[in-house]
């Protein structure tokens, strides 16, 4: 039986009858993903960190404190970050668990530890999510902050709210690319991202994948999610107004041959930072999971060295420990 997209408009580029797709052309030919393994076994990567998984995780972690009452955001590891702005608690793409993974047995494992545990968090008002990935969507995660956080309001893409629900969520928004929501005062806008979706084999690009512009009367803060680089990125403060701060994905980038349409490397992540006017930014999904062939501590080699070879001034762009934080204060527009 052919799939059909519930939510399909024809007006719009990145719908389908069947499902949903990003406005540059491009992605995986056939045989490429048999290929990127194949060539992943045979040189035995990702290799540990420099040093050891202990040694990085003792340089990179931290254990996350939930302090003070000024705007302020914590990376909490990978794409799990929690904002703080005008007294409301925000979450992004919670994951918790040992692996990215539907199994608990197999699937990326964690290398470095959650910054703190579910318990531990402050009363949550939003959780958003980018896309359904394991990586991004986790269902152990989420079942637990929905029993923990009975009334936080959960927004995501199109195609990802019965899944919410079915975990006994009560209060689930789907908003398509460019269509905003205010609540309690912060208005939420799913932005467009370069990626795609899949839980099973049988679900691929159904439900639509997004990255979220959050804005109170001083800050403008995106999360792109997942995504790779294109120009359509640059359309967001365009419409939206300029960012105050960011968040930009610099892992799972090699081989670049394979990865580059969905995830930005360090260098575009660069690139990218100085086209949107040096907004106050913090690298994001690295880490934690070995989604690719790069050891957990290269991002962080290519990311300095692009910053040394393209910028003059990088005190805007701020490598955070797994659950350090940074103060907003003052930073607003």
Known sequence: MARKNLWFNAAFPHH????????????????????WRQERKAAGLPRPPAGGYASFTAQWWQHAEINGDDDRVWWLGHSSILLRLMGQYILTDPVFS???SPLRFAGPRRRTPPALAISELPSLDTIVISHNHYDHLDARTMRALIQHFQQVAIFVPLGLGNWCRRLGARNVTELDWWQSIVFQG??????????WSMRTPWDRNCALW???????????????GDTGYSEELLSIPQRLGPLSLAALPIGAYAPRWFMAYNHMDPQQAVTLWLQLGKPLSFPVHWGVFEL??????????????????????????????????????????
């Not at 997004?210 to 109170?216: Q, R, T």
């Open 16 to 35: 389908r009858p069947d499902g949903f797709t990003n406005l540059t052309p491009g992605g995986h030919a056939s045989g490429d993903v048999k290929r």
């Open 98 to 100: 040992d692996r990215a």
């Open 186 to 195: 912060l208005v939420y806008t799913a932005v467009p991202a370069q990626h």
């Open 210 to 224: 997004c990255g979220w512009v959050i804005e109170s009367s001083a800050q403008r803060f995106w999360f792109p």
């Open 292 to 333: 690719a062939d790069e050891s957990l501590d290269e991002p962080l080699r290519e990311l300095d060295n692009a910053l040394s070879e393209t910028a003059d001034d990088i005190t805007n762009f701020t490598t955070l420990k797994i659950g350090q934080y940074l103060s907003l204060q003052n930073r607003g527009e």
